[in-house]
């Protein structure tokens, strides 16, 4: 049965969710060792700012030179590359989105002011946000962004840029967007996304991941109950019997489902199963889901962003707590 919170009000969930739950996770994004992210940080409830040094950090073993000098899109920030101990969002303040999600903050600026979604635009824009310096303060500029602009900077066509064989949960915050603006049309909401999704994460796994986050979160936007949204989109899924057994597992601590069942790292085979487990379990009570995600680490602003979206459209705007939704260093926009 659906009940009565208006579509408008879950969209404005979904989108406040996917944001709050990345800045939320920020300060412990890919703290590995949670007895470290518990001494560093405690029980996290409210946004925090970051510390260095951050003890999981591999950013030292993280390279990235360009191509050409349009492909340059570290700027004043490869200076720290290489270095052991920096956090990887050390210049973001408390309530600020790690760049993944600036990135969805303008895919949602970008279609809230053209009312429409056109790839060229798009990934003009796109380029001209990471080529310009001053941007954004992040300091971690991740694996898909590299690949794609170390293409970029040999000259080959943005729309080829992006790699073929993607599989980390992070692409899927650059795709929510469009899912959640255009989820009045579902059938285009998800051809859509999935199309916007090759053009940075290609590949089977990322498509069949695609098909089921779209097709759940267009659901629960429609007023479809949480459990019940699962069950069907799990009898198509793609996911691999290890990965639909979650829903066995929610009597478990969630750090012995996400940390030890499923790994709490960025892969999609291990990562999506661990999103749709928090959202099971917290389907009633998002401000805990999203607080336990964090507390779970690893790539807890990937899962983030879905989790937040997924339980925003469960539950409304309302859900979420005015010091989150207000404590955004960024408004999100919401569609007229």
């Known amino acids: 049965m659906k009940n009565k919170i208006s579509y408008r009000d879950r969209v404005a969930g979904a989108i406040y969710g996917l944001f709050i739950a990345d800045a939320l996770a920020m300060p412990v994004h890919w703290y590995y060792d949670t007895d470290a992210l518990r001494r560093d940080y405690g029980q996290i409830r409210n946004y925090l700012p970051p510390k260095n040094p951050h003890p999981d950090s591999i950013l030292w073993r993280s390279s990235y030179v360009p191509t050409s000098t349009k492909g340059d899109i570290l700027h004043d920030q490869a200076q720290y590359w290489g270095e052991k101990g920096i956090h990887y969002h050390q210049f973001l303040t408390a309530g600020e989105n790690t760049l993944n999600g600036q ?28 080529t310009t310096p001053g941007n954004h303060r992040d300091t971690y500029v991740e694996e898909h962004l590299r690949h794609f602009f170390t293409n970029y900077g040999r000259g080959i066509d943005p729309e080829r840029c992006g790699r073929k064989d993607e599989h980390h949960i992070g692409g899927l915050t650059l795709m929510l967007p469009l899912t959640i603006y255009f989820s009045d ?40 109950p949480m ?7 799990l009898q198509s899924s793609a996911l691999k019997p290890a ?10 601590p969630d750090h012995i489902v996400v940390g030890r069942h499923y790994s709490s790292a960025c892969y999609m085979d291990q990562a999506l199963p661990a999103t749709l487990f928090l959202a099971a379990k917290y389907h009633g009570q998002p401000e805990q889901g999203l607080i336990a995600n964090t507390m779970c680490g690893g790539d807890n602003c990937g899962r983030g962003s879905l989790l937040g979206a997924l339980l925003g459209a469960a539950c409304g705007v309302e859900a979420w707590p005015l010091r989150w939704r207000n404590g955004l260093l960024r408004q999100p926009a919401l569609p007229s």
């Not at 998800?190 to 199309?195: H, L, N, P």
């Not at 459990?227 to 989109?233: D, K």
């Not at 990965?243 to 478990?252: A, Q, S």
């Open 185 to 224: 049309a579902p059938d285009y909401a998800k051809k859509i996304s999935r199309e916007h999704l090759a053009l940075t994460h290609g590949g089977p796994l990322m498509s069949r991941g695609a098909a089921l986050t779209t097709d759940l979160l267009i659901k629960l936007l429609h007023g479809a």
């Open 227 to 233: 459990i019940e949204a699962l069950e069907e989109v």
């Open 103 to 130: 990135l969805a903050a303008e895919l949602l600026e970008f279609v809230c002011g053209r009312k429409n979604y056109d790839p060229g635009p798009w990934l003009d824009h796109f380029i001209s946000f990471l």
């Open 243 to 252: 990965g639909r057994c979650f829903l066995d597992l929610l009597d478990y």
